[in-house]
Nanobody
């Protein structure tokens, strides 16, 4: 199982970024995918999740209305479109999946929101 995030960077408050997570080594379309983030000194938190077919999504209250999770089961990729970014969104963002009691994480991508 391999999950590779990309798309992070430095952005000004109010800006946008789209994160991607390319998956391989498993049947992508069979599993729920999630985005988490971890800010310095804080615990890792769930940001958004998406069901196998993409029709079911859920979001942390702090990002509702600003972030959108989506997936492409042909490209084996999950995305996180982030709009209206705030300094408090600064964190390392990780994608995650799992089954049978095992969790699989990517290496993370840094998002920094600062003027």
């Amino acid at each position: 199982v391999q999950l590779v995030e990309s798309g992070g960077g430095l952005v000004q408050p109010g800006g946008s970024l789209r994160l991607s997570c390319a998956a391989s080594g498993f049947t992508f379309s069979r599993y729920v995918m999630n985005w988490y983030r971890q800010a310095p000194g804080k615990e890792r938190e769930l940001v958004a999740g998406i069901g196998r077919a993409g029709g079911s999504t859920n979001y942390a209250d702090s990002v509702k209305g600003r972030f959108t999770i989506s997936r492409d089961n042909v490209k084996n990729t999950v995305y996180l479109q982030m709009n209206g970014l705030k300094p408090e969104d600064t964190a390392v963002y990780y994608c995650k999946t799992g089954w049978s009691g095992n969790d699989y994480w990517g290496q993370g991508t840094q998002v920094t929101v600062s003027s």
